[in-house]
């Protein structure tokens, strides 16, 4: 099983940029995909960006050219550089991981979460 870590949420002013942070920790045979997802109030959960153990990101619509991903994996972490930030983006992002189990099988995981607030 695996365990991720979340860090770096808190409240910013429109325009300002925040850093999120994430580690993987655990038992597994090996990270793959690593990203982050965003619930606002309200709403369902919904995809960010993501990155292959390769380095090919992916990106949402409403966050590309603002927010940039990025990965360590020596480190099994991740993270996520938000510029521009606005209103809209307030949510509780988690990160999220696809990791092979140590029977070689994937899976899906994600972390508790942490609350990004854009307001002034």
């Known amino acids: 099983q695996v365990q991720l870590v979340e860090s770096g949420g808190g409240l910013v002013e429109p325009g300002g940029s925040l850093r999120l942070s994430c580690v993987a920790s655990?038992?597994?045979?090996?990270?793959?995909?690593m990203g982050w997802y965003r619930r606002a109030p309200g709403k369902q959960r919904e995809f960010v960006a993501s990155?292959?153990?390769?380095?090919?990101?992916n990106y949402a619509e409403s966050v590309k050219g603002r927010f940039s991903v990025s990965r360590d994996n020596a480190k099994n972490t991740v993270s996520l550089e938000m510029n521009n930030l606005k209103p809209e983006d307030t949510a509780v992002y988690s990160c999220?991981?696809?990791?092979?189990?140590?029977?070689?099988?994937?899976?899906?995981?994600w972390g508790q979460g942490t609350q990004v607030t854009v307001s002034s």
């Open positions: 990155i292959t153990r390769g380095g090919s990101t």
């Open positions: 655990g038992r597994f045979s090996s990270i793959d995909s």
């Open positions: 999220w991981t696809r990791y092979i189990s140590t029977t070689y099988l994937p899976n899906d995981y």
